[in-house]
Each structure stands twice: as structure tokens, then as C-alpha cells.
């Protein structure tokens, strides 16, 4: 349960990550003009008018190390995950840089994936959220179910990204939750990384906000989406099917739930579902009339809620079921509504168009 001591140290890893992140932000804006790295509106997906600086996830990864090292336990599991996320955020620099193909981003995705998963950092037992006396072993398939949770994490957060400060507020909002779930089930050094991620894109979200001065881009989104997915899976959580995956889907439920969406809708227009479009949540608010600012509030707000739904669901009580239950019903009938009122707006604008 709460201990004043994880408490405090927690609380020093967030303030030593969020004024790196703040810090750094600048220094990181500069160097990406020097490479390159400039997201230059060219499709009406992008929100942005004006050429933005990008690989501003690079100051959110210092941030984080720096505190990590200082305040964390650099163990095993967290020597391999440290290294992966390295991968990524190379991989990231590199897109961010010259926009790899799909495919190659995939690889290295994968890459990173296999560096915790080959130090043990994987889900071998599933348990059933109802009845904690049951389990199902996975064997062999421990290897390939986590390294696809990963990278479809990894993914999920990145495909959001597509609004000023709206990946790296579910993030956020994604941290603190983990961070609560973790001292509830006596988990400290989760606690602490979870602290020191949330503290992290504090320090960068207000170079981020509309109007954004940069964008995390791949090197922050991906960054986040690894940090989340491998943490849920790691020291007591690895053992917790509802900790593992059933938690983690519900409070990062927002990017995966337009995430699914985006796969079969670009499958049924024939399309490969790497290809980008403007069809996600974020997109059909703004088609509906909303300003972005507007648009990552009410993001930000189903957030919380399916956050909350998700401590809920790691305590005890009867009532616990039903709670997470409206409150993921209640977050999918306003993604259903958005999703139905964008359409309507883009059918509207095709027909003022004829």
C-alpha cells in the first residue's frame, strides 16, 4: 500500500524528469532544425499551417533516463527495457528524419520488442480476472503475445498522435494511473518509473500545447507507447492477467479503441492498414466543429474516465464490474458518436462541394 518513502522518491523522479523534459525542450528544438527533422504541413491531415520542428520526444526520453538512473532500480528487466527503448527512439530520430517505410519501422519495433521479452520481461501465466485461483500457462506463446502487445502498444499511441499535445496528455494521463495502480498493489519501482514518465511530458506538454512550438513526433509517441506497454508487464504485474493487459487496454482504450478502428477501416476501403488518413477520433471532432483545443479537452476527459475505471478495477468491491463497465460504455458511445458525426460532416462537405 502507500509508503511515505516511495511517495516522496516518486515525487522527487517526476519534479527531476519534468524540469530536464522543460529544459531540454529548447536545446531539442534546435537540433531538430539542424537535421532536419521538420514536419512540413503537405496533406490535410496535418492541423498545422507553418512547418513545426519535430523529435521533440528525445527531450520526454532524457527526462525520463536521467530520473530513472538516479531514482530507479536498475535491474535486469529494467537494463533490457532501458535498451530497448534506446531502439526506439533511434528508430524514432531516424523516422522523424527521412519517414521510413512502414515495413522498417515495423522491424525495428520488433527489435526493440525482443530485447525485454529475451530478458524475461514477458506474460507466461494469464489469470482470470474473476477468479484469481485460475490460470492458463502460456509456454511458448508467452514470446509472441507479448511481443505483439509491445508493438501494437507502441503503435496505438503513435497513431493518435495527430493534435497538439494530445498523445503526450493521454500519456500522461496513461502514467499517473499506472503510477496509482502500482503503490496500490505494492509496487514501488513502478511507481518511481511511472512517476518519472508522467513527469517527463509534463515538462515538454507545454511546448506541445496549441499552438505547439514542436512535436514529440515517432521519437516521443513510440517512446511512450514502449515505456507503457513494458512496464504493464513487469515485476508483480507480469503475474496479474488483470494488471497485464485487461488494465492497461482500459486505460490506454482511447488509442487503441482508434487504433482497431483505423486497421478495418482502412482494410475495407482496400487499403494497407499502414497507410494514413484522416479518419481518426481527433480528425472527426475537428470535422465536427470543434478547435483543437476543444478536441484534446474532451480526449483528454475519456481519459480520465476509463483512468479512473481502471484503478476501480484493481481494487476490491462488488460494484467494481459494473463501474468499469459504464464507464467504458460511456467512452465508446461518445468514440461512436464522434465517429457517426464526423461522417455526417464529411458527407455535408462533399455534397456543398458538388
Same mark, same amino acid.
Not at 87 to 103: C, E, F, Q, S, Y
Not at 165 to 173: D, F, Y
Given at each position: 500500500m502507500f509508503n511515505d518513502s516511495v511517495v516522496l522518491t516518486s515525487a522527487l523522479a517526476f519534479a527531476a524528469a519534468l524540469l530536464i523534459a522543460f529544459a531540454l525542450t529548447p536545446v531539442v528544438k534546435s537540433f531538430a532544425y539542424r537535421i532536419g527533422a521538420v514536419d512540413v504541413p503537405k496533406d490535410n491531415r496535418r492541423m498545422h499551417k507553418t512547418p513545426? #520542428?519535430?523529435?521533440?520526444?528525445?527531450?520526454?526520453? $532524457?527526462?525520463?533516463?536521467?530520473?530513472? +538512473?538516479?531514482?530507479?532500480?536498475?535491474?535486469?528487466?529494467?537494463?533490457?527495457? $532501458?535498451?530497448?527503448?534506446?531502439?526506439?527512439?533511434?528508430?524514432?530520430?531516424?523516422?522523424?528524419?527521412?519517414?521510413?517505410?512502414?515495413?522498417?519501422k515495423f522491424i525495428g519495433q520488433f527489435v526493440a520488442a525482443f530485447i525485454p521479452v529475451m530478458a524475461n520481461v514477458r506474460v507466461s501465466v494469464l489469470t482470470n480476472p474473476f477468479n484469481t485461483?485460475?490460470?492458463?500457462? +502460456? @509456454?511458448?506463446?508467452?514470446? #509472441?503475445i507479448t511481443v505483439l502487445w509491445i508493438v501494437g502498444m507502441t503503435n496505438a499511441v503513435n497513431f493518435i498522435?495527430? +493534435?497538439?499535445?494530445?498523445?503526450? @496528455?493521454?500519456?500522461?494521463?496513461a502514467s499517473l494511473t499506472v503510477f496509482t495502480i502500482a503503490l496500490l498493489v505494492s509496487e514501488p519501482y513502478i511507481a518511481i518509473v511511472m512517476a518519472a514518465l508522467a513527469g517527463a511530458c509534463f515538462g515538454f506538454l507545454p511546448y506541445n500545447l496549441n499552438p505547439a512550438q514542436i512535436f514529440m513526433g515517432d521519437t516521443g509517441?513510440?517512446?511512450?507507447?514502449?515505456?507503457?506497454?513494458?512496464?504493464?508487464?513487469?515485476?508483480?504485474?507480469?503475474?496479474?492477467?488483470?494488471i497485464s493487459f485487461i488494465v492497461p487496454f482500459i486505460i490506454l482504450g482511447l488509442p487503441i479503441f482508434d487504433t482497431g478502428f483505423a486497421?478495418?477501416?482502412?482494410? +475495407?476501403?482496400?487499403?494497407?492498414?499502414?497507410?494514413?488518413?484522416?479518419? %481518426?477520433? %481527433?480528425h472527426r471532432l475537428v470535422d465536427m466543429g470543434f478547435d483543437q483545443k476543444q478536441s484534446v479537452a474532451i480526449l483528454y476527459a475519456v481519459s480520465v474516465l476509463l483512468g479512473m475505471a481502471a484503478v476501480i478495477f484493481t481494487t476490491s468491491g462488488e460494484m467494481k464490474i459494473a463501474i468499469v463497465a459504464v464507464a467504458v460504455l460511456i467512452s465508446l458511445f461518445l468514440a461512436m458518436n464522434i465517429r457517426i458525426g464526423g461522417r455526417k460532416q464529411q458527407n455535408n462537405s462533399e455534397k456543398d462541394e458538388k
Open positions: 513545426i #520542428p519535430r523529435v521533440g520526444g528525445l527531450a520526454i526520453f $532524457l527526462g525520463f533516463l536521467v530520473s530513472v +538512473l538516479v531514482f530507479g532500480r536498475i535491474d535486469a528487466d529494467m537494463k533490457s527495457i $532501458l535498451l530497448g527503448s534506446m531502439v526506439i527512439v533511434l528508430l524514432g530520430i531516424v523516422d522523424d528524419v527521412v519517414a521510413l517505410k512502414p515495413g522498417t485461483d485460475s490460470y492458463f500457462r +502460456l @509456454g511458448w506463446l508467452s514470446v #509472441p498522435d495527430g +493534435l497538439d499535445g494530445l498523445a503526450c @496528455g493521454v500519456s500522461s494521463i509517441s513510440m517512446f511512450l507507447g514502449y515505456i507503457l506497454a513494458t512496464m504493464s508487464i513487469t515485476g508483480l504485474f507480469k503475474l496479474y492477467a488483470i486497421i478495418v477501416r482502412r482494410l +475495407l476501403k482496400g487499403q494497407s492498414p499502414l497507410q494514413a488518413d484522416r479518419g %481518426h477520433i %481527433h
